[in-house]
């Protein structure tokens, strides 16, 4: 249906010399066509692949260019061509005007396509491409430098009769004048960078005294993020509509519109979901937008594809001009899905010279299109950006009213470099009831596995009842938060839990038992056993949530008893089958049959229905689990709060910081985080972190240590609370031994100075003390080599046998603790001299001879030797042996 509407357009076209015209358009004389036989692409991702399919289509060359982190990307397979073009940070790649140009003439490349973002609306780059004979795919450099700069867009579209904002938008930009001129046009009041976008450089006023503050905001953020802190100030309309109009124009004086499209819906000023037509709206009103947009693009000798945006009054429909996109738009899909039309096919033939295919009369509007955008982010964290590897990726299946715009597939990372937008969802339906219903949908057939994503949101969104009745607005999702972030989600129903149980049970026996012949996992008949009863107990964790699954197995197949936590036993069936879109798991449980969506990744199990995906975490294993414990995030730990690029570490090691002090920045989607000190302290490290590097999300930056000074170690007297300590001889020494030990331990070198982790900063680690030994006292392996007695001589003295300890204690018990503690054993005198002191975290209290029991041994076959547990897994025997 989309490409026959198409066809439907030009069919009426004719051909004379070569080119094609609309009976009703003449071209002007002076305009000179030239050909496009190759394209260079100036973007990644779904954009740069969109391009591509419709160049191909026309039968041009295609040339990719890409970076660092996008040399296994979707647009560089489907291109013709591709060329790197640099690392991975966009100011040095996409953003890189000479390297795209120079990238352009080695390829003879006719012409660039910019998409959209990046070099898309940048002036230079324009007047590069002009002075390089390369055909810039878009507006008239003019264009973009008037519509660039919102005091002069402002200026020019009241002159052409277009409404705009009351406000100011004079040169004038003394503070008493911004002041005089915003009491004039009264509060609420819209703070806007001159050169701002994107949500930058923007601040809202609700009364005069909030003016001053919000004002220095925005000039801040504006200098920053362009360069200029020159503002204007609009009147603020409460919870307006945002409405824009697509509008073409051509070489030969024609512009058109193609309606308008409703994008109120948005978080942090970016939209997320948008749908043409505007619900809502009279036709009146539709075409007093339409005439306005195309005013507009006369006004500034508009070339090409463009949107121009409209604040629109909820209640009256009254509208005023905010600003124009001189580029192709993100959600043009929706516009081509309602009017047949393929807009990026327009484009290039009219930067080829054609005039437009069509007049205005033309363009008839049908049915209803939804966009949706579908982004690797965390809603309920503030829709964070994520970024990482798309380990499973499932998407809709494309139809004849549905299409899937994506620039990744599964596999593939989501790069912390650019925009963590995964897919866009348009569909179309004969009326806007349909389209929802569509839409949520084909929603609900995404699989996602190894980043969240916002489909679970777009889902609730696109059901929720002022949505669906079109009562849509700027501040939307706060004012519904109660019923977009539903507490319900935050607990887990018992259907799903024993469906999770269910699917992991059935789908970890199949992976198992591949060659059985028996499919199910219920006991068959002939495997009777007497007084005994078939049971498993499924753990899984929903967010902070332990949730016990019980399962017995029926004599039937297939066929289980189970309970959730402690509740009644019910009747379940269930059984696995593949589909096109994944595993399908089929349950019966109370008379209730159910078909979900079932994806095991990692420890995690994803369950898919009409509402989205719920995901339960599986047990990790307890060595595991220690490891992570010791790994994760700390009160003492700054940590990275999103996947990002760090911008700037704010603070060096050893600098005392206060709470709530900024310690470094992170830049995620094009927005800054400011991470700031967890408690009042001390930097102890600092990440070998440069600007630009990227970070994961929980990457540990800087750590912040206690104020108090370490003590040192040379002090015979510290106090060390909290240290295990360890006989050297089976009863304790005499004073004589204790005498000898201390006049031979004068031949040791001293303990330096070595900073051990905290609580046992008065120790030094095992491996910085240097103790004498002898080849007969050494451990086993080495005795067997230098053919040593395994007993110690009559007549040694103490000290020797202080140095034959240390050493057994170096080789087993260090080594052990490497591998299953991940902690240092350290190693300190007692002040007396006569005992060992082994200093961990992971130590247990000691302070009695080692003959008398104290802690029961690692070991429970071995308990009586009550010798102490030094650490977790480390085996008694071994204890007793160095000891």
Not at 169 to 194: C, D, W, Y
Not at 490 to 513: D, V
Request: glycine share 6%; charged share 25%.
């Amino acid at each position: 249906m989309y490409l026959s509407r198409i066809s439907k357009f030009w069919q009426s076209q004719y051909f004379q010399n070569g080119r094609r015209y609309s009976h009703n358009i003449e071209p002007k004389k002076d305009i000179q066509l030239r050909n496009i036989n190759k394209v260079l692409i100036a973007n990644r991702g779904e954009i740069a692949c969109r391009v591509m399919r419709t160049a191909q289509k026309l039968g041009i060359r295609t040339v990719a260019v890409y970076s660092d982190a996008d040399r296994q990307a979707m647009h560089v397979e489907m291109a013709d061509e591709a060329y790197h073009i640099g690392p991975a940070p966009s100011t040095l790649s996409y953003l890189n005007a000479n390297k795209i140009l120079e990238v352009a003439k080695k390829s003879n490349s006719q012409a660039i396509h910019p998409g959209y973002g990046f070099l898309s609306e940048n002036v230079e780059f324009c007047k590069q491409c002009a002075n390089e004979g390369v055909i810039f795919v878009g507006p008239p450099t003019s264009a973009i430098r008037d519509m660039g700069i919102k005091s002069t867009s402002k200026a020019i579209m009241s002159n052409a009769g277009v409404p705009i904002v009351k406000g100011y938008h004079g040169e004038e930009q003394s503070t008493n004048q911004l002041l005089a001129e915003a009491r004039r046009i009264g509060f609420p009041l819209m703070i806007k960078a001159v050169r701002g976008g994107g949500g930058k450089g923007m601040r809202i006023a609700m009364t005069e005294s909030e003016f001053m503050t919000q004002l220095e905001s925005a000039k801040r953020e504006s200098l920053k993020s362009f360069g200029d802190d020159n503002m204007l100030l609009e009147q603020y309309i409460t919870d307006p509509r945002h409405v824009e109009v697509q509008v073409f124009a051509d070489m030969h004086g024609n512009a058109v519109h193609l309606f308008e499209r409703d994008c109120s819906v948005q978080r942090r000023h970016q939209k997320i979901i948008e749908e043409a037509p505007a619900p809502g709206l009279s036709e009146e009103t539709r075409r007093a937008l339409g005439e306005a947009a195309v005013r507009a693009a006369k006004a500034v000798g508009y070339v090409g594809a463009g949107t121009v945006e409209f604040i629109l009054h909820r209640q009256t429909h009254e509208f005023h001009f905010m600003e124009m996109n001189t580029r192709l738009q993100v959600e043009h899909p929706i516009t081509e899905m309602i009017t047949g039309t393929d807009l990026v096919e327009w484009q290039l033939r009219i930067a080829s010279g054609e005039p437009l295919p069509v007049t205005q009369e033309d363009i008839i509007k049908r049915g209803h299109a939804v966009e949706c955008r579908i982004y690797a982010e965390e809603p309920r964290a503030g829709f964070l950006p994520r970024a990482g590897t798309l380990h499973r990726l499932t998407q809709p299946t494309s139809e004849e009213n549905v299409r899937i715009e994506t620039g990744v597939r599964q596999g593939q990372e989501v790069s912390v470099h650019y925009d963590p937008m995964i897919a866009k969802l348009v569909v179309w339906g004969r009326d806007r009831n349909e389209a929802l219903a569509k839409t949520r949908r084909k929603l609900s057939e995404y699989q996602v596995a190894g980043l969240e994503t916002n489909v679970n949101f777009l889902l609730r969104l696109s059901g929720a009842s002022a949505f669906v009745s079109g009562d849509v607005h700027t501040a939307f999702i706060p004012q519904h938060e109660a019923e977009l972030f539903p507490e319900s989600d935050l607990h887990i129903s018992e259907e799903r839990a024993i469906q999770a149980a269910l699917g992991h049970i059935i789908k970890s026996q199949l992976e198992n038992s591949p060659n059985d012949t028996w499919k199910g996992i219920s006991v068959a008949p002939t495997s009777w056993r007497p007084n005994y009863q078939l049971q498993k107990t499924v753990h899984l964790k929903f967010g902070e949530k332990d949730v016990k699954v019980a399962l017995q197995f029926e004599s039937t197949p297939n066929t289980y008893l189970v309970r959730v936590n402690d509740g009644e036993w019910k009747k379940a069936e269930a059984s696995l089958k593949q589909s096109e879109n994944g595993l399908r798991l089929i349950t019966k449980l109370d008379d209730k049959t159910s078909n979900v969506g079932l994806l095991t990744y990692d420890q995690e199990v994803h369950v898919y229905d009409e509402n989205g995906q719920t995901v339960l975490q599986l047990p990790v294993p307890k060595y595991q689990a220690a490891v992570n414990a010791r790994s994760s995030q700390s009160s003492d730990n700054a940590c990275s709060p999103t996947p990002g690029v760090l911008e700037k570490i704010l603070v060096n090691a050893g600098e005392k910081v206060v709470k709530g002090q900024p310690l470094f920045v992170v830049i995620a989607m094009k927005m800054e985080y400011v991470v700031r000190s967890p408690r009042d302290g001390v930097v102890a490290n600092v990440a070998s972190l440069k600007q630009g590097d990227a970070v994961g999300k929980g990457a540990e930056v800087a750590r912040i240590g206690a104020l108090s000074n370490p003590v040192s170690v040379s002090t015979p007297r510290a106090n060390r609370t909290g240290a295990a300590h360890l006989n050297v001889a089976r009863g304790r020494l005499s004073a004589e031994n204790s005498e000898r030990t201390r006049t031979n331990a004068g031949s040791h070198p001293t303990l330096t100075d070595i900073e051990p982790p905290s609580p046992f900063r008065t120790c030094a680690p095992l491996s910085s003390i240097s103790l004498p030994q002898t080849a007969e006292y050494q451990n086993k392996e080495t005795r067997r080599a230098v053919a040593a007695p395994a007993r110690r001589p009559a007549g040694v003295a103490p000290t020797s046998v202080l140095a034959r300890t240390v050493s057994i204690v170096v080789v087993s018990c260090a080594r052990t603790c490497k591998v299953y503690c991940r902690e240092r054993i350290f190693l300190c005198p007692d002040p007396n001299g006569s005992r060992l002191r082994i200093m961990s975290p992971r130590v247990s209290v000691h302070s009695r001879p080692i003959e008398e029991p104290d802690v029961k041994s690692a070991n429970p076959r071995r308990s009586s030797h009550n010798l102490p547990k030094f650490c977790d897994g480390y085996p008694a025997k071994r204890v007793r042996r160095a000891i």
